[in-house]
């Protein structure tokens, strides 16, 4: 079941949360989507989700458009939003057999599927608790369970890990992993070891618009066709000027003196290095090629030019 986004917008007053993006994730994927705070994320699975609807643009799911057809959507995805937003008050077992009612679940069928979510979210030995005695890792697997319990075939969740402690983070993305078989997964988040530990592909967006979409392999060589250099001088120079020799199409200032630039392959920019401290009358302390952490190259998409 794919699911897909053409040319969507979504404006709050003048302000544009998605700027005109499109992607599209087929059967089977998992896919990060990354982005900083307020990058439009959680607005654009808000969209997806029927919950919002866009100001421009279609979003499908599987045939189904989200605005034409929301009802249907929703019976086809799993959506587990950033803030968790359980009824505390009830039991686990019976908030599930709620949640499963509401996907039209009754009798044999919502008790072997409420079963089979409880073991497989690991909650066997808290089912019977209320929610709210419940710890923060417990609670994002009630969370998993009710975006699982009417087996979707697409699945959405939104920053899974939030506030989870290294046991517990380990524990859910097990989790993710082996209920992600065989369904299509979006999921945000700042973490970039559960990226790296689920994902293929990796979308980043900022400040509303689509910055990268390659597989992460790719990005961590720094883009599909690109190399990595790390540089150092003697003295200060201007980024700006870096910026400006052949072949490069980034640069990110680490140091008074030390920069990482990313270029074309297709252009060796060593020699335009070489040139270009000579003619400044700088030395060279070192100069290295380096493969970039999924992190690197997170901050080089997504700071503000003046910082890089």
């Known amino acids: 079941m794919s699911l897909t986004v053409q040319h969507l917008t979504r404006l709050y007053g003048q302000q544009r949360a998605v700027d005109n993006i499109s992607f599209s994730i087929g059967e089977g994927e998992i896919v990060g989507f990354l982005g900083p705070n307020g990058a439009g994320k959680s607005t654009t ?25 929301p009802m249907q959507v929703k019976r086809i995805i799993g959506y587990l939003p950033e803030h968790n937003p359980l009824y505390r008050d009830m039991y686990v077992h019976e908030y599930l057999r709620f949640i499963g009612r509401l996907y039209g679940l009754r009798g044999q069928a919502l008790k072997q599927r409420v079963t089979a979510m409880i073991e497989q979210c690991g909650l066997t030995v808290e089912q019977h608790k209320k929610i709210e005695m419940l710890s923060k890792g417990y609670r994002q697997r009630v969370g998993l369970a009710q975006a699982l319990i009417h087996d979707p075939q697409v699945l959405i969740l939104d920053e899974p890990t939030t506030g989870l402690d290294p046991n517990q983070l380990v ?33 980043v967006i900022n400040k509303g618009k689509v910055v990268a979409d390659d597989l992460l392999q790719n990005l961590v060589r720094g883009g599909e066709g690109s190399v990595t250099i790390q540089v150092e001088f003697d003295r200060a120079v201007l980024a700006e000027e ?29 020699p335009e290095i070489f040139k270009y401290a000579a003619e400044k009358s700088v030395s060279l302390i070192g100069l290295k090629q380096e493969e970039n952490s999924l992190e690197d190259m997170f901050r080089l998409l997504t700071l503000p030019a003046s910082e890089t």
């Not at 524990?171 to 559960?194: A, C, D, G, W, Y």
């Not at 870096?242 to 252009?267: C, M, Q, W, Y």
């Open 171 to 203: 524990e859910i993305r097990k989790l993710i992993k082996e209920v992600s078989k065989n369904k299509t997964v979006i999921f945000s988040t700042h973490i970039m070891q559960e990226v790296q530990a689920l994902c293929d592909r990796v979308i």
């Open 45 to 69: 699975m808000k969209i997806a989700t029927t919950y919002l609807p866009p100001s421009e643009g279609t979003v499908r799911v599987g045939e189904w458009d989200v605005q034409e057809k």
């Open 242 to 270: 870096l910026k400006a020799l052949p072949g490069v199409t980034s640069v990110e200032v680490l140091g008074d003196t030390i920069f990482r630039i990313v270029s074309d392959k297709a252009s060796d920019v060593r």
